[in-house]
């Protein structure tokens, strides 16, 4: 493709019509993200899933507010999207960030209302889950609370089990920090609420970890291997079940987020929309390998990402004929046709 013509189609790219406004921040891109959106609702759903948040890099200011900073992620500022996905990597359903516009379409109880955004956010992506009952859903202290996980499991018989921050404990007596240094690594506290629930576990590894369940405890008690610098190797170090099961499920998100970085499609523009654009062409490329991996016969090696991304662009081209300037000969015998009718 000539680079002229890829600008020109690039720069005429437009989803909706720009008359019809709307009080959506995201009306420009609202129509595309519903039709992906539920195309990947039809998947054939995992029953662990991990939700987490992922970023659409966009630097210039021209998002305004759409844009947000997160210190820890790779591309620092972006457009924020929160995900859910299976452990596979597979994105099932996704909730994109725009403030107030965020629950667009969303309905919740009042309670739910009043537990904040991360709450939130859970309850949206866990209402599109195809089978509630026994599912489990992972998630960090961004999203966690004893309150949330009551909801999940009561209202929508919901598994849950995520990382919780100190003041959202409401009370729990876990011992403190300095103790469970004292008494070394790897050892835990954990505790269960009256009606036996909840279970939370603290346990200090580099530094102490906090994490709630409503299915899972410590037990059984497992090893981990860890580095020791004192022994200069590695180590042994006691580690609680419920914090085997979390880094083992939790990183879906990540790994969709690390299939999309490795081939990223860069548009470099100035229209923010285009660079969601963009990202979603990836996800739907990454879920559709993904679903390739999963319906190939096992004695079959599967296709690699890269070469999979080849053989989609190969087929879109040769599913179309080819098209430009039409050579000297094809002109002759079009005259002559039309010469020949007159």
Known sequence: MPLNRYQALRRYIHFVDNNDL??????????????????????????????????????????????QYIKNKPRKWGI??????????MIYDFLIYGGEDTFRGY?????????????????????TIHQK????????????????????????????????????????????????????????SQKVTTDGKIVICKWYDNKCVTIASTYTDAYPVGKIKRFCKSEAGKMDVTCPQMIKDYNQHMGGVDL???????????????RWYLAIFSQMLDICIN?????????LDVKSKPMPLKEFR?????????KNPKRGRPSRTSNKNHYKSNYSTN
Not at 39 to 56: A, P, Q, R
Not at 80 to 87: E, L, M, Q, T
Not at 256 to 270: G, N, P, W
Not at 310 to 318: N, P, R, Y
């Open 22 to 67: 709307d009080s959506d921040r995201y009306f420009k891109r609202r129509p595309f993200l519903n039709e992906i959106r539920n195309k990947f609702l039809g998947i054939d759903e995992e029953h662990k899933f991990s939700i987490d948040e992922m970023m659409v890099s966009y630097e210039d200011t021209r998002a305004a507010n759409r844009r």
């Open 80 to 89: 924020k999207i929160f995900i859910r996905a299976g452990v596979t990597g």
């Open 107 to 127: 309905s919740f109880s009042d309670y739910e209302n009043n537990l904040g955004l991360g709450v939130k956010v859970v309850l949206a992506l866990c209402q």
């Open 133 to 188: 009952p026994c599912s489990v859903v992972y998630f960090d202290n961004f999203f966690s609370s004893l309150e949330l996980m009551q909801v999940l499991r009561h209202e929508y018989g919901i598994f849950s089990l995520g990382t919780i921050r100190n003041n959202r404990l409401r009370g729990c007596p876990l011992a403190s920090d300095p103790v469970l240094k004292k008494q070394g690594r790897g050892y835990f």
């Open 256 to 270: 969709a987020d690390m299939l999309v970085a490795l081939y990223r499609t860069e548009l470099r523009t100035h």
């Open 287 to 295: 879920n559709s390998w993904l679903l390739y991996r999963r319906d």
């Open 310 to 318: 080849k053989s989609v662009a190969i087929s879109l081209l040769t």
